[in-house]
């Protein structure tokens, strides 16, 4: 990048582990979670409008659902530590919970993302974070009894991103500094999995795609976002102003603004006076829009 994009605080809600952004169109809304405070919240950047919730265990990502008439406004389908719930911005109220993993105590889920085809793609990890029990997997429909394994033996899942231009999924293994890039099939097959970046400092949580194909990492310990062409030449850095940066995802009417989330749990460095909070800025390509997921 040329210059570097003004940023701006649009929510200095001090975030233990501040996670999940996902932009809902149709409210013209963001959606985040609070991991460790087990919040979910949404604000509307145009108004300033700002409203959170309790959940009711540890939240850790929010998809949009699809709607019985094929839109994107039935709701949002929200990952926690133990599972899947339904959740539903209008009314604050979370479904019933939809176990995963139930044989591995020690490990929860974290991140996700949708794939054209409605296709729920989440990981999990070790809560702990030392042992690689983390899997990741593809879910069609609301039973993850039907959820397929479709790698596994990662410690800290991440970022799964979905990439329309280049038929590709990414996906992260935190712990150990690496993302992964797959060749993704439309009938949801990954092959080729390869090393697409690696590491020294910083690690890579949440990922997304603009309309170039460009990957945008958000860098926890990592003080900013990585950016990435498709053959893996690191293309620019955006320094931001909290050390743990851990998901990026584009928004507004264009996809021209990109939405940061932050975490202040383990910040003891000065200068870090918004860690946890939600900023933004311009970009010059627009994002790829979240696809929603069809139960």
Request: charged share 20%.
């Amino acid at each position: 990048m040329s210059t570097l994009p003004a940023i701006d605080c649009i929510w200095d809600l001090k975030a233990e582990l501040g996670e999940g952004l996902v932009w809902i169109a149709a409210e013209q809304a963001l959606y985040s979670v609070d991991i460790v405070g087990r919040q979910v919240h949404r604000v509307v950047p145009a108004t300033g409008e700002k409203t959170s919730w309790e959940a009711p265990a540890r939240p850790t990502f929010l998809v949009p659902v699809e709607n019985e008439a094929g839109g994107g406004s039935g709701g949002l389908l929200c990952g926690h530590e133990d599972g899947l719930r339904r959740f539903d911005g209008a009314t604050g109220r979370f479904g019933e919970l939809l176990p995963v993993e139930r044989l591995l105590p020690d490990n929860r889920l974290n991140d996700a993302c949708v794939d054209p085809e409605g296709r729920l793609w989440f990981g999990t990890m070790h809560d702990p974070e030392t042992a690689p029990t983390g899997s990741l997997y593809r879910l069609a429909g609301l039973d993850p009894a039907e959820a397929v394994q479709m790698d596994t033996g990662y410690v800290v899942t991440n970022g799964p991103a979905i990439d329309t231009v280049n038929h590709r999924l990414y996906h992260n293994d935190s712990a150990r500094q690496t993302i992964f890039a797959f060749d993704l099939d439309p009938s949801g097959a990954v092959s080729g999995k390869r090393v697409f970046a690696r590491f020294e400092r910083g690690y890579p949580d949440g990922m997304t795609v603009d309309e170039a194909g460009t990957l945008w990492v958000a860098l926890y310990g990592g003080d900013g976002v990585q950016c990435f062409a498709p053959d893996g030449t690191p293309t620019g850095f955006i320094p931001m102003p909290c050390h743990h940066i851990t998901k990026i995802v584009f928004g507004d009417a264009d996809y021209r603004t990109a939405y940061v989330s932050s975490a202040r749990r383990g910040v003891d460095r000065p200068g870090q006076a918004q860690a946890g909070g939600i900023f933004r800025f311009r970009v010059d390509v627009p994002g790829l829009p979240p696809c929603a997921f069809r139960p």
